[in-house]
């Protein structure tokens, strides 16, 4: 058998690696270069000191990231929801039962069709420097249509969540707690081979502390982690049940109290943000320097579903973060690496630290900045997952 290759990337104006010291922070080498074997990074320095290897690539003065980690996704469902967005551009506010109306044309369409759908958004996050991103069902809410959602999410990535707790579905109604039986019974008892994470939609509308709480601790004793849609439409209990479930994350964080605060502070739960929500319903932007300045752990995701925030660009989210967060371009570069890494309590990616698996982006650009400085010019050159060029082409 053949010896893997080594590849060398020289030229590489800035090297965002995410592992400097102390850790937890973004760290970036100039002039650097990088070498990836057997699907890892070998080794990262300065490129005079840069060792022989099987296979060399110049990346020309352009920069080179970790690839992205989006800890927040919804891919699985059937049909659109533009003639929604626009009626809310025009004035309408954001509801959560706009749900309902992807989960009835979800439950409707064919597996080949949501298979369909499912794997061109996943191309399309790759395509834009996504190399590692979490998928959760949520538009199926009945025993059948979200299992064998989780299973087509499981055919596309390794972070799958179970979210039957986003609604209480129509048929249910007028008995909520029975659907709460069923969200921490058969449901999840069909649901939970497929999946890694629980998840409940802990809001007005959806559900309450209680109900999120009995939702989480099922999932718990199923062998899921925690996460928890938590204070997108207003002050709620949600980062208080996140932080008491011992939560992986607490997700939207718009709406957030003092002790919320404390609470994302004090606890391992990562705040992760999804400025393309606020984007597409026109709702404040958290406030991620308060955050930050607290001293939370943030992250950045898309929220890509087709009610709220149908993107799958994190560059974008990244310019929304930097622009209307008050957050850094290092700060938000981070939080959409390292960040989403957090978030799914993974040590492996976010960063470029030797041992890591060498997921990166070459962009077309000298420095990650251009994230933000250059909002919505495709900027996403190459690809590279576990060690492999996926997307793109190296020069």
């Known amino acids: 058998m053949s010896k893997p290759e080594n590849t060398l990337i020289r030229g590489i104006s800035e090297l965002v690696t995410n592992a400097g010291d102390p850790?937890?922070?973004?760290?970036?080498?100039?002039?650097?270069?990088?070498?990836?074997a057997d699907?890892?990074?070998?080794?990262?320095?300065?490129?005079?000191?840069?060792?022989?290897?099987?296979?060399?690539?110049?990346a020309g003065g352009r920069a080179v990231l970790p690839g992205f980690a989006d800890s927040h996704a919804h891919l699985v469902f059937a049909g659109e929801r533009s003639a929604e967005f626009a009626a809310r551009m025009a004035g309408r506010p954001y509801r959560a039962g706009g749900i309902l109306v992807t989960v009835e044309a979800t439950r409707a369409a064919p597996d080949g069709a949501l298979r369909a759908n499912l794997r061109r958004l996943a191309a399309e996050m790759l395509r834009q420097g996504t190399t590692t991103f979490e998928c959760k069902s949520g538009?199926?809410?009945?025993?059948?249509?979200?299992?064998?959602g989780l299973a087509l999410a499981a055919e596309v990535t390794s972070e799958v969540t179970y979210l039957g707790a986003h609604v209480v579905p129509p048929e249910f109604a007028a008995d909520p707690d029975g659907y709460v039986d069923l969200v921490c019974g058969p449901m999840l008892d069909a649901c939970a081979p497929s999946a890694r994470w629980?998840?409940?939609f802990c809001e007005d509308g959806a559900f309450g502390a209680d109900e999120a709480a009995a939702v989480l601790a099922a999932g718990r004793a199923a062998g899921l982690g925690a996460r928890v849609h938590a204070n997108q439409l207003g002050p709620g209990p949600g980062v208080?049940?996140?932080?008491?479930?011992?939560?992986?994350?607490a997700d939207h964080c718009t709406f957030l109290t003092d002790a919320d605060v404390d609470a994302l502070t004090s606890t391992p739960v990562v705040a992760t943000l999804l400025p393309g929500a606020e984007f597409g319903t026109r709702q404040s932007f958290p406030d991620a320097r308060r955050l930050l300045d607290a001293g939370a752990t943030?992250?950045?995701a898309t929220d890509c579903n087709p009610g709220s925030s149908f993107t799958s660009s994190v560059p974008f989210c990244i310019a929304?973060?930097?622009?209307?967060?008050?957050?850094?371009?290092?700060?938000?570069?981070?939080?959409?690496?390292?960040?989403g890494a957090r978030a799914l309590r993974?040590?492996?990616?976010?960063?470029?630290g030797v041992g890591a698996r060498a997921d990166l982006i070459l962009l077309d650009a000298p420095s990650h900045a251009y994230l933000a400085y250059r909002p919505g010019v495709p900027q996403i050159a190459a690809v590279w997952q576990a060690g492999r060029l996926v997307a793109g082409s190296a020069p």
């Open 346 to 352: 993974r040590t492996d990616i976010g960063h470029l």
């Open 240 to 249: 208080r049940v996140a932080a008491e479930a011992g939560a992986a994350s």
């Open 39 to 58: 699907g890892r990074v070998a080794w990262t320095g300065p490129a005079a000191r840069a060792p022989a290897t099987d296979v060399v690539v110049d």
């Open 298 to 300: 943030v992250a950045l």
């Open 23 to 36: 850790p937890g922070r973004f760290a970036a080498l100039t002039d650097a270069a990088l070498v990836i």
């Open 139 to 148: 538009y199926g809410l009945t025993v059948p249509d979200e299992a064998r």
């Open 198 to 200: 629980v998840d409940v």
């Open 320 to 339: 929304l973060a930097v622009r209307e967060m008050r957050m850094t371009t290092e700060e938000a570069v981070w939080a959409a690496t390292a960040g």
